[in-house]
């Protein structure tokens, strides 16, 4: 049974953009969706029905364009990916990077990531989440909206089978440390590694187009990859 909405954060981790939909990428929305999407629902997804390949799930909160979700199903025929994203034009983006792809292994999400993993993420689903170049909120009153926080941290390791990895990445390096902070107060994580660079060592991910413009301001790439902790 589906554990209720316990974890559920009144102030959201984002704000909705009104990015203005290219006639491709509406299309996309039309006709891909009912390929490739999974409406929200307060029903637990059953994840062996919507894949038909028996792999390992991982999903990706907040993936941007696409691009290298995509990038990521294509290198890794064997598991299967779900993506989450708020703003309609990266979401049709996406879908038309996986039609071009010729993927079956992707499925996306548009609603709040909290949510959807609350209601929809069944519990010891996952292998792995990651979460790249999520907001920084840089300022020191909207620190509260940032999506790294204690019941977001609950929150996945209930959705992470034994041994499973959230990895992060981010630019910022305030937000690292805010970062490193967080974690090493929660028990349901240890770091299995970590790594701070000059983008030339992404830690087991492709490079992303918030990576590159990073790099272009002079920042430096800080990399995670967090275990669930056994119970």
Not at 47 to 66: A, C, D, K, M, Y
Not at 174 to 187: G, W
Not at 192 to 214: A, C, I, M, V, W
């Given at each position: 049974?589906?554990?209720?909405?316990?974890?559920?954060?009144?102030?959201?981790?984002?704000?909705k953009?009104?990015g203005?939909?290219?006639?491709?990428?509406?299309?996309a929305?039309?006709?891909?969706?009912?390929?490739?999407?999974?409406?929200?629902?307060?029903?637990?997804?059953?994840?062996?029905?919507?894949?038909?390949?028996?792999?390992?799930?991982?999903?990706?909160?907040?993936?941007?364009?696409?691009?290298?979700?995509?990038?990521?199903?294509?290198?890794?025929?064997?598991?299967?990916?779900?993506?989450?994203?708020?703003?309609?034009?990266?979401?049709?983006?996406?879908?038309?990077?996986?039609?071009?792809?010729?993927?079956?292994?992707?499925?996306?999400?548009?609603?709040?990531?909290?949510?959807?993993l609350?209601?929809?993420?069944?519990?010891?689903?996952?292998s792995?989440?990651?979460?790249?170049?999520?907001?920084?909120?840089?300022?020191?009153?909207?620190?509260?909206?940032?999506?790294?926080?204690?019941?977001?941290?609950?929150?996945?390791?209930?959705?992470?089978?034994?041994?499973?990895?959230l990895?992060?990445?981010?630019?910022?390096?305030?937000?690292?440390?805010?970062?490193?902070?967080?974690?090493?107060?929660?028990?349901?994580?240890?770091?299995?590694?970590?790594r701070?660079h000059?983008?030339?060592?992404?830690?087991d991910?492709?490079?992303?187009?918030?990576?590159?413009?990073?790099?272009?301001?002079?920042?430096?790439?800080?990399?995670?990859?967090f275990?669930?902790?056994?119970?």
């Amino acid at each position: 049974m589906q554990e209720q909405n316990t974890h559920k954060r009144s102030i959201r981790s984002f704000v909705k953009r009104s990015g203005r939909l290219t006639p491709s990428q509406q299309k996309a929305l039309l006709e891909l969706w009912p390929v490739y999407g999974i409406d929200y629902s307060g029903v637990a997804l059953d994840l062996q029905g919507v894949f038909t390949n028996p792999g390992s799930v991982v999903l990706e909160i907040g993936f941007g364009n696409g691009e290298t979700l995509v990038q990521q199903a294509v290198e890794s025929p064997e598991k299967n990916f779900i993506g989450i994203e708020v703003h309609e034009p990266g979401v049709g983006h996406c879908l038309l990077k996986a039609r071009e792809a010729g993927i079956g292994n992707l499925r996306l999400l548009a609603h709040d990531a909290l949510e959807v993993l609350s209601q929809q993420i069944p519990l010891a689903s996952l292998s792995r989440v990651n979460l790249y170049f999520p907001d920084p909120w840089p300022k020191k009153r909207h620190h509260k909206r940032r999506i790294v926080q204690q019941d977001f941290l609950d929150l996945i390791a209930e959705r992470l089978e034994t041994g499973g990895t959230l990895n992060i990445a981010t630019d910022w390096t305030p937000y690292a440390e805010y970062i490193d902070e967080t974690v090493s107060r929660s028990s349901r994580f240890t770091c299995n590694e970590s790594r701070e660079h000059d983008g030339d060592q992404p830690l087991d991910r492709p490079r992303t187009k918030f990576e590159q413009r990073g790099l272009k301001k002079g920042h430096r790439i800080h990399d995670w990859c967090f275990r669930r902790s056994t119970d």
